[in-house]
T-cell receptor
Framework: GQQVMQIPQYQHVQEGEDFTTYCNSS?????IQWYKQRPGGHPVFLIQ?????EVKKQKRLTFQFGEAKKNSSLHITATQTTDVGTYFC?????FGKGITLSVRP | DAGVIQSPRHEVTEMGQEVTLRCKPI?????LFWYRQTMMRGLELLIY????????DSGMPEDRFSAKMPNASFSTLKIQPSEPRDSAVYFC??????????????FGNGTRLTVT
């Protein structure tokens, strides 16, 4: 089945810095979902992208679906300690390995 | 809305014992999923149900694992006999509509299983 790849698995940033991560596929995606899991918590649905080139914003988070629908990005502006956690992209029922973000205060 | 409810939150058991994990999905959600999360393998789908009927159990690792959904408000995941490599966090999730058509999943708090 289709798989999504997230590399790297860990990233450390200074509070206030911007952060961008990507989700990639070798095949065209029908849609992509993003989830966030806080340390010790459970995955929580953030957003869903369906259209080519689609951009959606949630406060400081910006999600984009690639024009070819083979990748998606998550950008966080001016990271805060509350952004700490693991961000997963998911296609249908398959989750990527996620990227764990840590923020130095 | 109470969300997806799982019990127990933590389970510690000895190798060879039977383990039963429980889940109550969000009322009205037609789909129920069992996932396993480990550091090495990430989030893996074990099985999912639609209207209490198992649709895809290809992720169930071995015959030691079984899942049931006797009614719309309850599901169990059973491991018999348990082994140390089964140690993981097991999540139950539910969705209102077909998630393969982009309906979001709502996860429970998970059960952390430790098999010694």
């Amino acid at each position: 089945g289709q798989q999504v790849m997230q590399i790297p698995q860990y990233q450390h940033v200074q509070e206030g810095e911007d952060f961008t991560t990507y989700c990639n596929s070798s095949t065209t995606l029908s849609n992509i979902q993003w989830y966030k899991q806080r340390p010790g918590g459970h995955p929580v649905f953030l957003i869903q992208l369906v259209k080519s080139g689609e951009v959606k914003k949630q406060k400081r988070l910006t999600f984009q679906f690639g024009e070819a629908k083979k990748n998606s990005s998550l950008h966080i502006t001016a990271t805060q300690t509350t952004d700490v956690g693991t961000y997963f992209c998911a296609l249908k029922l398959t989750f990527g390995k996620g990227i764990t973000l840590s923020v130095r205060p | 809305d109470a969300g997806v409810i799982q019990s127990p939150r933590h389970e510690v058991t000895e190798m060879g014992q039977e383990v039963t994990l429980r889940c109550k999905p969000i009322s009205g959600h037609d789909y129920l999923f069992w996932y396993r999360q480990t550091m090495m393998r990430g989030l893996e789908l074990l099985i999912y149900f639609n209207n209490n009927v198992p649709i895809d159990d290809s992720g169930m690792p071995e015959d030691r694992f079984s899942a049931k959904m006797p009614n719309a408000s309850f599901s169990t995941l059973k491991i018999q006999p348990s082994e140390p490599r089964d140690s993981a966090v097991y999540f139950c999730a539910s969705s209102l509509r077909d998630p393969t058509r982009a309906s979001p999943l709502h996860f429970g708090n998970g059960t952390r299983l430790t098999v010694t």
